[in-house]
């Protein structure tokens, strides 16, 4: 059984509610209705589930969905791998499909590419590459999932779910390469600042099929629009820093993109 879990939650300090917010604005969809509506158009996906968490602020998420067929589960804060874990025991899922409740846009012959090649080659987990930032997908079977619950002891690694998983040798890694969308692939399509919905406003406005939005018919519209890259190329995305020379270096890409030379000169010299 394959089970299509999404992590959300509305306390975003940057951007607070996301999840639930129209985009584009107008369309009377939010944010988290653009990825049900398309993990409904896959077939071998059993059972959607958002996987918010135990704080009140989260209530009208549990409230929008009590009548639908989606499940949802309320868990630990700040321990998504928990939610994942439970989850999967409660339902008895095979594999799990992992999603965010902030990145709308799923290319679903990618994702129906990516089932195929997770489960014909009987990877643990399995990831595209050479995606847009927000469009990558990444499948895991529950066995692989149960370890990291078990095993995992840092704080990161139960935050954001899979570190452990790909950090692990005892868990067979399989990777699905895309290239044809290689010429977008530093395009963000994920939704964490302002700018961020402005540019997914911009590019959901701009295809004429709003119930499916398609890598193809992001790269057209780029293909003719290259200044949409610029709207928010500057923003900065979290991840794990394990050393002085990593933080040092993702500093100069941020100083980089802002144009400030003398503070990025000054940083490269240290």
Known sequence: MI???IQARLGSSRLPGKVLKELPLGSGKSIIQHIINSLRKVKRIDLIVIATSKGKENNTIEELFRDSDIVVFRG?????????????EKHNLTNVIRFTGDNPIIDVDILNCLIEHHVNNQFDHTSTKG???GTNINMFT????????????????????????????DIKKGFLNVEKYKEIKDLRLTVDYPSDFALLNLIMSSIKDNTCYSL??????YRNNRWI???????????ELVSYNEEKQ???EVLDNLEFSNARNMLTNL
């Open 3 to 5: 089970g299509a879990v």
């Open 131 to 133: 995606l847009p930032l």
């Open 76 to 88: 630990d804060e700040n321990d998504v791998l928990s939610r994942f874990a439970l989850v999967s």
């Open 216 to 221: 193809s018919d992001i790269l057209k519209l």
């Open 229 to 239: 890259s610029k709207i928010n190329e500057s923003n900065f995305q979290k991840s």
């Open 142 to 169: 529950a066995n692989a999932l149960m370890q990291a619950h078990n095993n995992a002891t840092s704080e990161y690694d139960k935050e954001h779910v899979e570190p452990y998983m790909l950090k692990s040798n």
């Open 250 to 252: 993702a500093a100069i």
